[in-house]
Structure formats: structure tokens, C-alpha cells
């Protein structure tokens, strides 16, 4: 199943990426999918970000992961699925907006294992044709929580990963029917 609609602004062979990241995520059962797009390149300091202190601290949570606070002007598009008893996932309408204007110290307490205990939630960077380069980060239901990946690709050689967290570079090979065309 393909989740994401491709844009003019997207590079075919980085959404291929970012499909990989979303089959291998829904693998695990999750009752429903978040998939947030983010205008521009986002660099691996997002994984477990909360917020800043005072303006000027950065905090970041490696357990008990919030909401990263992307300003709600950064989100391009939030699409959600939701796991039907028919053994697939249906786009339907969102009901929790992911992405909120509110002070950093409010962020702190949105929980992703409270707000959305049985959900996957993956972010994805817009416009990857015009810059080049692409990000993906998601926060995938485990258990009674949630683990973090994150990959940073580039348009060098076929999209290869630059750098992953939470993956490997063989969980991202592509099916030979997933290759870009």
C-alpha cells in the first residue's frame, strides 16, 4: 500500500525512502498512522526534541518522547490511516492536530504514549527535488511505547542514506517492485 501522495516538489526515489520507513513502521500493528509533512530538511537534533528553557536551552527526552514542537507554520500537510478489521489502513479524517501554537513549556507534557498510545507517527520533509537532500523521522508504537528512527538522505547515488538513527541501511532496502521508476 502507498501512503504518501506524491507532490511536483518531490523526489520520487527519496519518497520511495520514506515508504520504506512507513511499511517497515505499520509492520508492528500500529491502530493508526500519522504522516506530517514539514517544509524543508529537518536535521536529526529533532529526534526526542521537546522544547527550549528559558528561550535558549534545548531539551530533549530519549524515553517517554513528546510532540516535536514544529511550528504549525512548517507543517505542509497531516494525513492519518487508521487500521481497519478488514486488515488495512483507510485514510480518515484527523482528529488530533499534531502541531499547535502554544509556549515550549506546555510542549513538555504532550506524550506521545499518552496522546496517541497505539499510533506511528512519521515526519517527512517537503520540497526534496528543489534542495536536494530529504529527512524522515518517526516515533513507531512498541509495546506500551514508542521507539525513534530518523534518516537524512541526499540526492547523491540513488538517494543514499547520510545518516540513520533507530535503522539500518538493510532495513531500508527497497523491494525490487518499490524502485523508483
Not at 507532490?7 to 520504506?20: H, I
Amino acid at each position: 500500500m502507498q501512503f504518501i501522495e506524491q507532490t511536483p516538489a518531490d523526489a520520487p526515489e527519496f519518497l520511495a525512502r520514506v515508504e520504506a520507513v512507513v511499511a517497515r513502521a505499520v509492520h508492528a500493528g500500529p491502530t493508526s498512522v500519522y504522516l506530517i509533512r514539514i517544509d524543508h530538511w529537518f536535521g536529526e537534533r529533532w529526534v526526542g526534541f521537546a522544547g527550549k528553557v528559558s528561550g535558549v536551552a534545548g531539551v530533549r527526552f530519549r524515553e517517554n518522547f513528546v510532540l516535536p514542537p514544529f511550528v504549525p507554520s512548517r507543517v505542509v500537510t497531516q494525513v492519518c490511516y487508521r487500521f481497519t478489521p478488514k486488515h488495512r489502513y483507510v485514510r480518515e479524517q484527523c482528529t488530533v492536530l499534531l502541531h499547535i501554537d502554544q509556549p515550549s513549556s506546555e510542549n513538555f507534557r504532550r506524550f506521545v504514549d499518552l496522546l496517541l498510545p497505539a499510533s506511528t507517527l512519521v515526519w517527512f520533509s517537503d520540497k526534496s527535488a528543489e534542495v536536494g537532500r530529504g529527512s524522515v523521522m518517526a516515533y513507531v508504537q512498541s509495546g506500551a511505547t514508542h521507539d525513534a528512527w530518523y534518516g537524512d538522505f541526499a540526492a547523491t547515488r540513488a538517494w543514499n542514506a547520510r545518516r540513520l538513527i533507530g535503522l539500518t541501511r538493510r532495513e531500508l532496502q527497497l523491494p525490487p517492485e518499490s524502485q523508483p521508476a
